[in-house]
């Protein structure tokens, strides 16, 4: 059974930094771990992912270069570094994951992942 949890959320001030943590259980077998964040009325985005296996990661343009996805295989936690935040960052954050493979044009859809956290709030004013 694989649980995923999300933490580090929080309030802080535009041009500010946050590192979110997704902790992974029933890990073995998953091959790709996302971001995504959705804000109320708007679709949930896809922001990063990382291939467990290769390291591999992809980025949206709207926080490429901002933020950093990793990942600390002995903890089977998966990190998200945000930094010089913006008011339109503000969001639910959640993480996902599944057995497929990222792919460079599937990683983003929502639908393709089977497991998510529960999500962790960022506020940017």
């Known amino acids: 059974h694989v649980q995923l949890v999300e933490s580090g959320g929080g309030s802080v001030q535009a041009g500010r930094s946050l590192n979110l943590s997704c902790s992974a259980s029933?890990?073995?077998?998953?091959?790709?771990i996302v971001w995504f964040r959705q804000s109320p009325g708007k679709e949930r985005e896809g922001l990063a992912a990382?291939?467990?296996?290769?390291?591999?990661?992809y980025f949206a343009d709207s926080v490429k270069g901002r933020f950093t996805i990793s990942q600390e295989n002995v903890k089977n936690t998966v990190y998200l570094e945000m930094n010089s935040l913006k008011p339109e960052d503000t969001a639910m954050y959640y993480c996902?994951?599944?057995?497929?493979?990222?792919?460079?044009?599937?990683?983003?859809?929502?639908?393709?992942?089977?497991?998510w956290g529960q999500g962790t709030q960022v506020t940017v004013s």
């Open positions: 029933g890990y073995k077998g998953m091959n790709c």
């Open positions: 996902a994951a599944d057995r497929v493979v990222c792919g460079p044009l599937s990683w983003s859809d929502p639908d393709a992942y089977d497991y």
């Open positions: 990382i291939y467990t296996c290769g390291s591999i990661t």
